[in-house]
């Protein structure tokens, strides 16, 4: 079984990345990942399952979930019609236990990958409801006086998104890794893995315009490696050529297709401005 | 070495506790670094600090403590053996060219004036020279084997990067930078709620139901509450214009959390201070106003006031008049 992660062919990783990951699996830690929306957070729980060859388990985090949830639940109004029905099920509570989403990573054969994603969603109190079943894995069934023991410690990555501060004693139970945005070269490598086929040029010219756009100041949600990658998409699907990209002045043209980049209409607005702005000094 | 860089951490408030100096040691122990200063410098990150505001403290303290870490770990693993050098040049040399080497004064005489010229580009590189691109002129290119071809297994990624990842000081944009949000303020405006039930049954409670299902001997009764909803009254007085305008994206966010946040909000804006009258539209101001009195008899005691403002006039409104 491999223990080494080190990307996958669609997935680059720099190297603390793969440092935080290993450190992580090896010393059986949960590893807590931050980053800009669009770093690839989620999808490194699931690289990681690809690499390593595990199941991947599932937990998205609601501002409405409970920590229980992830353990099990009492389905007590399903009991309450059934024994109004007089249904024989009624007497073995066992029936009404719900597994979560943990008691399926512990339950698990081979040792999975559990994505806890957008742990910060959650109320504030919910990394403190985990905190002994992450360290010890393992929790009490009190309806059926049952103790879960996991067969393997599972491989824990949760993502946050900075929304909530999380709780110290939540935090030293974790590693952390932060997502940094990648540079222009990493950034190359992420686009050639995602498009082959793309001529040099054509990534460089898009690459430029890409880092100018997140150079601008005010923007209320700057684009990410996700927009690029389907703003390139859209650029191929389209065909636009590559001149269109490189104007003669520069930063007095609306890149093409700019509404794949910037999400926001106060960004659009802004951009837009500031083009026009442009365009008078330039005169 | 290493307690007193955790202690140094520590003295910056960089928050690391015993816990993660332990699972440092672990990492260290699973040889998890292997064997580059690098390695080292991204297992202590990941293990003891846990928040990006602070990776830029960390690399400050890291680099301070470990000054010098890399010649250390150099000296360490970076020690070229003769062997594996003299059996490159075997590779690499044909009989003939081995032969003029030796009338240069022989393969010890070479190999010393290579391990020096090594350890004067060690040395020159940090200056920014590149020694190895003179290096055509010196015996060893003539020869055709390049020196930085023997360097380059010991420590490429210093020689790719001038400046060490822990010295780029990348990260401080994000110390202490967290901007305050709209999803910030909302959170803190949280607390300001208190819940309370009251009005109509609407929801079903389950707790109840069950309990007096149970007491029922299993006949069903089924148990409503008021759903809970925040019942807290909230009069937002704002503060505009004048020495204010630098703030108006902050009112503006904090304004449009209030909003979400509070269900009875009511928001009056005010000038440098509340005098006897405040208004609900700045375009209309001199029109549609509402004097204090009105807003003090028209709100009862359950109220809360939140007041906004930055307690200054901007000096030309004093002068200028």
Known sequence: MKTRFAGTDTYIATEDLMMAVNAAVNLARPLLVKGEPGTGKTQLAEEIAKALDRPLIYWHIKSTSKAQQGLYEYDAVARLRDSQLGDARVHDIANYIVKGKLWDAFDSELQPVLLIDEIDKADIEFPNDLLLELDRMEFFVYETQQRVLAKHRPIIVITSNNEKELPDAFLRRCFFHYIRFPDKATMERIVDVHFPGLKKRLLRDALEVFFDLREVPGLKKKPSTSELLDWIKLLMAEDIPREALRSDAPRTAIPPLHGALLKNEQDVHLFERLIFMNRRDAR | ?321
């Not at chain 2, 003295?11 to 990492?27: D, F, H, K």
């Not at chain 2, 360490?76 to 040049?89: H, N, R, S, T, V």
């Not at chain 2, 391990?115 to 060690?122: E, G, H, T, V």
């Open chain 2, 1 to 321: 070495m290493l307690v007193e860089f955790c202690q140094k951490l520590r003295n910056a408030r960089i928050p690391v506790s015993v816990t993660e100096y332990l699972a440092m040691l672990e990492g260290l122990q699973h040889h998890i670094a292997g064997c580059s200063a690098e390695e080292f410098y991204y297992l202590c990150r990941v293990t003891l600090v846990k928040d990006e505001k602070y990776f830029d403290r960390f690399d400050k303290v890291f680099s301070a403590h470990f000054e010098g870490l890399d010649e250390w770990f150099e000296q360490l693993f970076g020690d070229i053996p003769e062997e594996w050098l003299a059996k490159q040049a075997e590779l690499l040399l044909s009989d003939e060219e081995q032969r003029k080497i030796k009338t240069l004064g022989g393969w010890e005489a070479l190999m010393k004036t290579l391990r020096d010229r090594l350890q004067q580009q060690a040395d020159r590189h940090q200056g920014g020279s590149k020694w190895i691109g003179t290096a055509g002129t010196s015996p060893y290119g003539a020869y055709g084997f390049n020196p930085e071809g023997v360097r380059i297994g010991q420590d490429r990624s210093r020689n790719r990067r001038a400046v060490k990842v822990w010295d780029r000081r990348e990260y401080r944009n994000l110390d202490d930078n967290v901007s305050l949000g709209t999803r910030n303020l909302k959170l803190a405006l949280r607390p300001l709620r208190r819940f309370a039930r009251q009005g109509a049954l609407e929801e079903l409670d389950l707790d109840d139901t069950i309990r007096a299902t149970a007491r029922n001997a299993g006949l069903l009764d089924i148990k409503m509450v008021p759903e809970r909803h925040n019942a807290v009254k909230v009069l937002l007085f704002l503060d505009v214009g004048g020495s204010m305008d630098i703030h108006v994206r902050t009112c503006a966010e904090l304004f449009s959390a209030a909003r979400s946040e509070f269900k009875h909000l009511e928001y009056f804006y005010f000038h440098n201070f509340l005098y006897d009258f405040v208004w609900k539209d700045n375009r209309r101001r001199s029109i549609e106003q509402i004097t204090l009195m009105e807003i003090n008899n028209n709100n009862g005691r359950d109220n809360k006031l939140i007041l906004v403002g930055d307690a200054s006039i901007i000096p030309y409104e004093i002068t200028i008049r």
